[in-house]
């Protein structure tokens, strides 16, 4: 059970932060001044990332494109659900560009955990040689 908690809590606890960002009705600026297609790419970018972590076991040789492919899947997911929600928050509404932003968000964390992960493998085998 501390193992799963261990794993799977930052993926719950950044679903719950984003549920209640996109919770916050008529919110027509965020916090920064980051623009709002940024917001959602950083958000998914780290559900993307804590995904693959869990998914992967939190080990780096766990990280392949099944891992990788369901990391991205499982995100992209969430933010449809996410802009469905936002359809029964006042003053908010859904986007398939926010759907975008988030799909992209998830894909580029996902591709470069994968990439380096790959990457260390390559040098870690070059050195048993």
Known sequence: MRRFLWLWTPVILQMIAIFFI???????EIPGGISDKTGHFIGYAILGACLLRA???????????????????????????????????????????DLLADAIGGAAVVLVIWGAAAWIARMAKRREV
């Open 22 to 28: 996109s919770n916050i009705p008529n919110l027509t």
């Open 55 to 97: 998914l992967a076991g939190g080990s780096r040789t766990g990280v392949n494109g099944a891992t990788a492919g369901l990391a991205w899947l499982f995100s992209t997911l969430y933010g449809a659900t996410d802009e469905t929600h936002q359809l029964f928050v006042p003053g908010r509404s859904a986007s398939l560009l």
